[in-house]
């Protein structure tokens, strides 16, 4: 019996969600790797264009100051509100990519000179002389000019952090996601397809009224127990066993009655056996075969034995009548322990070896020998033997009732 555990959702798609969690982590440490390094480019990248527009203003229009000086000179000459003509931002925007987030320029004298886009990283795009910029992101970089004392900061807010990460992964996080469900989702199906084939297997194995095995799973126990038997070089028996006078008692009871009375059988021929390597069988109609590895005749009538007494302790109480007491006969075949596998006769030989049970009075078991065969099939046996040997049957009980 297999147990179910029904959780709220499979554990295939939980584990799905477990990877692509540890995926999202790694992926958000490379990503905020990645984005360090690009904000450092982006101010440094300002500045360099910064200073090239710079010296390119310097040689249309020439600034108070000898070409030849540099480093405080040329930064003392961008000091104050008109050492750079208006148009300087919008030119240096035009030559500049999009920032990541915001990305700001400060002149020498801690002037603004220009802010675009903004800390949360939406590309609004503005050149302006303010005061005061951006107010610090949760992620900076940061670059200087030596040259001429101007400095870039690029950043970006943890939101903008985030938006972007997220839309980084987005379409490989849907892809993969998608990849998990559907996978999750056939291999759920997949595995209740199994256990509904495994489940109509062992119903197509199985006697539905007895709930014992049926021919069909006889067939096949009986070719690996021939093949074991003939390996192991031991013996196999097989009872035959049938329902006396069935049909009498199913027209007189009923076939409600008789139906409670196959399967009272049933568990009593299933309770009979000591083993678990002991295989029963509905055979068809009131008849049921007992297959019994490694054991001899001898072991095999202690069990036809054992049968027949838990049979002889059913009593059947029926609606308006007295109790009905059930016997049955059991025929006993046995392979010896030799070279060639059991075939077809061995069943054949308990089928006979009933019959002779039930001509000899019910209730009672016969082990089968040549001369409970056939008279042509005893004289072979014979034959080939040297000798019939005798049958040999149950005593009768005490109060027989068959």
């Not at 939980?14 to 992926?27: C, D, E, H, K, Y």
């Amino acid at each position: 019996m297999t147990v179910r555990a029904h959780t709220g959702l499979p554990w295939r798609l939980l584990a799905t969600f477990a990877v692509l969690g540890v995926m999202a982590v790694q992926s958000w440490f490379d990503h905020m790797d990645q984005l360090e390094r690009r904000l450092a480019l982006e101010a440094t990248e300002t500045v360099h264009m910064a200073d090239a527009l710079i010296y390119e203003i310097w040689r249309h229009e020439p600034m108070t100051i000898d070409r030849g000086h540099t480093g405080p000179a040329i930064t003392e000459t961008l000091r104050g509100p008109d050492a750079l003509p208006r148009d300087f931002a919008p030119a240096l925007v035009a030559r500049l990519r999009a920032p990541t987030g915001y990305s700001r320029l400060d002149g020498p004298d801690g002037r603004v000179l220009l802010v675009r886009g903004n800390p949360i990283g939406i590309p609004n795009l503005s050149a302006a002389y303010a005061s005061q910029g951006p107010s610090a992101g949760w992620l900076e970089g940061r670059s200087h000019s030596a040259l001429t004392g101007l400095s870039s900061v690029s950043g970006v807010s943890f939101g903008g952090a985030l938006l972007l990460w997220a839309g980084s992964i987005a379409l490989p996080g849907l892809l993969l996601l998608t990849a998990g469900t559907l996978t999750s989702v056939v291999s759920s199906r997949l595995e209740e397809t199994r256990r509904r084939l495994r489940q109509a297997n062992r119903h197509a194995l199985q006697d539905a009224l007895s709930r014992l095995p049926n021919r069909r799973a006889f067939d096949a126990t009986f070719q690996i127990m021939s093949r074991a038997s003939v390996r192991d070089r031991r013996p196999l028996s097989a009872l035959f066993i049938d329902i006396d006078q069935f049909k009498r008692f199913n027209d007189e009871q009923g076939h409600g009655a008789g139906d409670r009375a196959l399967r009272a059988v049933a568990k009593a021929i299933r309770d009979s056996l000591l083993r678990p390597t002991d295989f029963c069988c509905r055979w068809g109609g009131e008849e049921f075969v007992v297959l019994l590895p490694d054991t001899d005749d001898r072991g095999a009538l202690q069990t036809a034995q054992r049968v027949l007494d838990h049979v002889r302790n059913l009593r059947l109480r029926q609606a308006g009548s007295s109790e009905q007491q059930i016997t049955v006969s059991i025929g006993i075949a046995a392979h010896p322990d030799s070279s060639d596998p059991a075939g077809p006769e061995l069943v054949l030989h308990a089928d006979q070896a009933m019959l002779e049970a039930k001509r000899a009075g019910r209730d009672r078991w016969v082990v089968w020998r040549a001369a409970t065969a056939p008279d042509g099939q005893a004289a072979g046996a014979a034959a080939a033997n040297g000798a019939a040997v005798p049958v040999r049957q149950a005593p009768a009980p005490a109060d027989p009732a068959g």
